[in-house]
């Protein structure tokens, strides 16, 4: 008898012994979230651009890594720190989406209905809303040349920028940069063609996420974001926060309350009055599984 038939392995002897993960999406936003707070981990960027393709591993947005908070956060009350790396392995300043679905976890896990968490762009207020549905405090938006940041300065509302049809849009940071076009129809622009040609542009230092919007009405808009590291996607939270603020900036609304139409679903966008965004929106649990080890199967 072969050594191949006396070793006989069940389907569950057979999966990967790795790192537990959950893979959770908001508005068909996906993301591969693992807990790392009692045993940090800093991924490698090989390991992130496998595991995030859909052909080679599990197929996610972002890799999104829970770690324990920093001491100023902690002090501010946040219970956990988190981190996002996009597709290309490189890591994110931010992610509306993600935060939505690691705070949905926190909430669950603590029984609470309100959570505080850290980010690179400081420490947000989560809230439960309702059955799997999360808002949370995005803090707020700059158009200062510096923080989005810029090259060199220049009048962030009108920026003297043009890709095909696109042009005359305005820059905006809300932990991460973006620019926003306001356009006629979004299903008439070749964004997947036009948006990289803008994201290498040299004013954009740290590259940028590139968004479309149509104002619907004082109170709704269409939007389609193009992100750094990802290319199209079916929602952008902190995308639908600056595209909102910037229909104020640009006095096309008078309505601090907009509901933007991603491909993904609705998100709801609130300015406050200090310029910083509020965003609520539905999260999704898909599975859990293990992340095979480095150089396992």
Same mark, same amino acid.
């Given at each position: 008898m072969s050594s191949e038939r $006396? $070793? /006989?392995k069940s389907w569950s002897e057979m999966a990967p012994r790795g790192r537990p993960f959950l893979k959770m999406h908001g508005l068909q936003n996906h993301f591969v979230i693992v807990d790392g707070r009692s045993d940090s981990w800093q991924p490698?960027?090989?390991?992130? &651009?496998?595991?995030?393709? &859909? /052909?080679?591993g599990i197929g996610a947005d972002q890799l999104v890594v829970v770690e324990k908070p920093s001491a100023e956060g902690k002090a501010d009350g946040a219970v956990a720190f988190v981190r996002f790396w996009n597709v290309d392995g490189r890591e994110a300043e931010a992610c509306g989406n993600a935060t939505r679905c690691v705070a949905w976890l926190l909430l669950e896990e603590r029984g609470s209905d309100e959570v505080r968490l850290e980010t690179r762009m400081g420490v947000l207020d989560c809230r439960r809303i309702g059955p799997l549905r999360v808002s949370t405090g995005m803090g707020r938006v700059s158009t200062d040349w510096r923080a989005i940041p810029l090259s060199r300065q220049v009048d962030t509302c009108h920026l003297d920028l043009q890709s095909g049809p696109l042009k005359d849009p305005i820059a905006l940071n809300i932990g991460n940069p973006h620019v926003v076009f306001f356009v006629k129809d979004v299903d008439d622009i070749d964004l997947e063609t036009l948006a990289p040609p803008i994201q290498e542009n040299p004013l954009f230092p740290e590259q940028v996420n590139v968004g479309i919007a149509q104002m619907l009405s004082e109170s709704s808009m269409r939007l389609r974001v193009y992100e750094r590291g990802a290319g199209l996607t079916m929602a952008c939270g902190s995308g639908a926060c600056v595209a909102a603020f910037a229909a104020l900036a640009r006095g096309l609304t008078d309505s601090r309350k907009m509901t933007v139409q991603l491909p993904g679903g609705d998100l709801d966008i609130e300015i406050l009055a200090d310029g910083s965004a509020v965003m609520t929106g539905p999260v999704e649990f898909c599975f859990s599984g293990n992340l095979p080890e480095e150089g396992g199967q």
């Open positions: $006396s $070793s /006989r490698g960027e090989e390991e992130i &651009v496998r595991w995030c393709d &859909v /052909r080679r």
